[in-house]
Each structure stands twice: as structure tokens, then as C-alpha cells.
């Protein structure tokens, strides 16, 4: 069982950074493969980022490529996104999600994760 807790978002202007935060309880965190996801208004829940359970191996969607960085901290059951250069467009909310008992590998489909949090709300102004 794995409980994960947002959080960070807020409003932030153009160009702008943020760093957003999932918490983790539950023994499974670290040998859970993580990701990040987002959906904004009237659109679908899309992939944003992933890292793998050890951390060594990341991967992003294009739309945040060299702008969004993510990471893990499996000592502390937590990981983090780290968003600079921020667009309007990467206005949503942002849910960080859990594959449980999974392979040093990276998931980036929704469905292939077992855990999700409540999100964050993320809102970049022009």
C-alpha cells in the first residue's frame, strides 16, 4: 500500500520556476517505479515525466524536455519535479502516481500505475 501526497503548485508567472513534491508512505515506495502526470481543464490526464525506482534512469514527454527535471529521494520516500521556464500551457493539475513492486524500469502510461495522489494545482500566467 502506497499513500502519495502533493505538493508546491501554485501561481507562478511566465518563465518562471516551481518545484512540486509527492510524499510517499508505505514500505513499497522504494521499489516503486514513479511518474508524473498532468491534466489540464477539458483535457486528458497526460505523461509529464517518470524515473525509475533506483532513480537511474528518467524519462519526459517532449512538451517539458530540458525544462522539467525530475528526481527521487528514497531514503526520505519522496520525489520531486522541478519545472523552470514555465508556459501558460503547462497550466493543470499535477498528480504524481506509483507502480508498485515494479522493475528497475520506467512506466509512463497511466494505466500501468497503481497509485496516484490527490494532484496540485499548477496555474502559470502570461
Known amino acids: 500500500q502506497v499513500q502519495l501526497v502533493e505538493s508546491g503548485g501554485g501561481l507562478v508567472q511566465a518563465g518562471g520556476s516551481r518545484r512540486l513534491s509527492c510524499a510517499a508512505s508505505?514500505?513499497?515506495?522504494?521499489?516503486?517505479?514513479m511518474g508524473w502526470f498532468r491534466q489540464a481543464p477539458g483535457k486528458e490526464r497526460e505523461f509529464v515525466a517518470a524515473?525509475?525506482?533506483?532513480?537511474?534512469?528518467?524519462y519526459y514527454a517532449d512538451s517539458v524536455k530540458g525544462r522539467f527535471t525530475i528526481s527521487r529521494d528514497n531514503a526520505k520516500n519522496t520525489m520531486s519535479l522541478q519545472m523552470s521556464s514555465l508556459k501558460p500551457e503547462d497550466t493543470a493539475v499535477y498528480y504524481c502516481a506509483a507502480r508498485t513492486w515494479a522493475a528497475d524500469i520506467l512506466f509512463v502510461h497511466a494505466a500501468e500505475f497503481n497509485y496516484w495522489g490527490q494532484g496540485t494545482q499548477v496555474t502559470v500566467s502570461s
Open positions: 524515473i525509475s525506482w533506483s532513480g537511474s534512469s528518467t
Open positions: 508505505g514500505r513499497a515506495f522504494t521499489s516503486a517505479a
